[in-house]
């Protein structure tokens, strides 16, 4: 069954909410999603992932989907605070961000048209978040599709492997594919399983423990029970669904508060409901 959130908290944009809480002050635009930020510099016009930084608190690690090869460190109220060079990459549509310690991992794996065969992964090493400079891929992946290409923006990271969601609603579910990070970094994605959603999936997260899955769409915000790990089959259903309309939000991550999202608008919002806090627990 899917939880409707019917309240909201009120919250503000920190520049680190490691050392303060972003519920204080903030902008309500619906229930349970308040606005805490915005990114305000013309370098990103269009962030497309969203990632908090293992290496400084407060700080979260974004990038557009087009234009320079670049990463930008930011701060919960759309603050920049460092850029970063990417180096011996070709991102021709770069869709999301995830990490694991130490690494992060770049999802070019757009495909709005349709017409490229394979998509790519690259793993770098996590800058300071504070210091601009230059990053060289440490590995790259080269993907093809089990079938016709698709487009994702979506990418998660847990053990051991990488997993893909599609774009594409196919009867109301989109579906999930993965691919194993060891090996040569070449291969074929693999289906597993579909989420029921009623938009297409812009961005997605997953908490360390591997049992809580947030899927962010242009309708509003999902969240996902799982079991430590994503499925190899079947559908899962969503055990809370937050509305709210934007048809740009892409970049989400869970916080403490909330989840975070960044929308292409440069709009930063927080989905506060307990579900989406890290440490948080079931009302």
Request: proline share 5%.
């Amino acid at each position: 069954m899917i939880v409707r959130l019917t309240f909201a908290f009120s919250v503000a944009a920190s520049a680190f909410i490691g050392s303060v809480s972003l519920h204080a002050q903030g902008t309500e635009v619906a229930p349970g999603v308040v606005q805490v930020g915005k990114i305000e510099s013309a370098e990103i016009g269009e962030s497309s992932g969203l990632i908090p930084s293992r290496r400084g608190k407060g700080v979260y690690w974004t990038h557009n989907d087009s234009g320079p090869d670049r990463m930008y460190g930011i701060t919960a109220d759309g603050t920049v605070v460092s850029q970063i060079e990417l180096q011996d990459m070709s991102l021709d549509d770069c869709e999301d961000i995830a990490a694991t310690p130490g690494r992060i991992y770049l999802a070019d794996i757009g495909n709005n048209d349709r017409n490229r065969d394979e998509v790519h992964v690259y793993a770098v090493r996590e800058p300071k978040p504070t210091a601009s400079g230059e990053l060289r891929p440490v590995k790259q992946w080269t993907l093809t599709y089990p079938d016709e290409p698709f487009d994702a923006e979506s990418l998660l990271i847990s053990r051991g492997s990488g997993y893909i969601i599609a774009k594409e609603l196919t009867g109301g579910n989109v579906r999930v594919y993965r691919f194993p990070l060891s090996g040569k970094g070449a291969g074929q994605l693999q289906e597993q399983c579909e989420l029921n959603v009623d938009a297409p999936a812009g961005g997605a997260d997953l908490t360390a423990d591997g049992r809580r899955l947030a899927v962010i769409t242009r309708e509003g915000a999902y969240l996902f029970l799982l079991k430590g790990r994503i499925p190899s089959a079947g559908t899962l259903e969503p055990a809370l669904f937050v509305p709210f309309a934007h048809d740009q939000m892409e970049g989400c991550c869970f916080t403490r508060d909330g989840l975070l999202v960044t929308a292409e608008s440069g709009d930063v919002y927080l989905f506060t409901d307990p579900l989406f806090r890290l440490g948080g627990r079931r009302r």
